[in-house]
């Protein structure tokens, strides 16, 4: 090899070599948390992309990186949600406190990122229900797949009440074409269709109300630091004024 040629190497290795450091370096080295995703639309919903999105998701990335973890969105059904979280199949879930199956399997956050209101909803004729109790024989349109946060699991419902609908907008079809008296939902994702349905005069009655929270499985190791950590970001960011709670 010349001196010429060498002399080439060499530069080339001093340009080289900082460059392959410096994407070494970039590398993300946080540790990774699998993280549960249920659809509920306007907070989480998936993207044309096929992509985890919505304001609760973005939420939880922003306090993961805060607290310094990354997260991997999986899509699964509520019920997978609950029994991965119980084996700690998955670590973390932005989803509701105080679910009865999860009780002694996960550790909850104290930061409450956003209150979950279920609603009856029902025509403005229909008697407006005042407790959950009411509900009992009544006709029910239920959305399949849901687990209401548990709120109905001490409701003695009879199965002959009970009709399910795949989604929001065709829940509020059943219930205009006299399928069921109520439909129980969420507020957020009835908002999005109800302008569909104008001669339903629809009327949604609060019935029960749960809080939103990070959810660390005590499958995890460290899952108790995990979650004061999430909690110590999450304040953090709502002082700093770079988050403010879901409504």
């Not at 096929?50 to 993961?64: H, L, Q, R």
């Not at 104290?110 to 209150?115: A, D, H, L, N, S």
């Not at 004729?125 to 797949?145: K, R, T, W, Y």
């Not at 630091?225 to 909690?231: N, Q, S």
Request: glycine content about 8%; charged content about 20%; hydrophobic content about 45%.
């Amino acid at each position: 090899m010349t001196r010429a040629s060498l002399v080439v190497l060499f530069l080339a290795a001093g340009v080289l070599f900082p460059a392959l450091l410096s994407a070494a370096d970039s590398v993300d080295k946080r540790p990774v948390l699998q993280t549960g995703f249920v659809e509920f639309p306007p907070f989480k919903y998936v993207d044309e992309a096929g992509k985890a999105s919505g304001p609760w998701i973005e939420m939880t990335d922003k306090v993961a990186a805060e607290a310094g973890y990354r997260v991997e969105w999986v899509h699964l059904p509520i019920a997978r949600v609950y029994l991965y979280l119980q084996n700690g199949t998955i670590d973390l879930w932005p989803g509701v406190a105080g679910i009865p199956a999860l009780q002694g399997s996960v550790f909850e956050s104290t930061v409450t990122p956003m209150e979950v209101v279920l609603y009856a909803f029902h025509r403005s004729s229909a008697e407006p229900p005042d407790s959950l109790e009411f509900l009992v024989g009544q006709p029910l349109i239920l959305i399949n797949g849901f687990s209401y946060l548990g709120a109905l699991e001490k409701l003695p419902l009879e199965d002959n009440d009970l009709s399910y609908s795949p989604g929001h907008e065709s829940a509020l079809r059943m219930l205009e074409l006299g399928r069921g008296r109520y439909v129980l939902d969420y507020d957020e994702p009835v908002k999005a269709v109800r302008s569909e349905f104008p001669a339903l005069d629809l009327t949604g009655t609060p019935i029960f109300e749960a809080r939103g929270a990070f959810i660390v499985s005590r499958a995890l190791p460290d899952a108790k630091a995990v979650i004061k950590k999430f909690d110590e970001a999450y304040r953090r960011l709502v002082e700093t004024g770079e988050l403010e709670p879901l409504q």
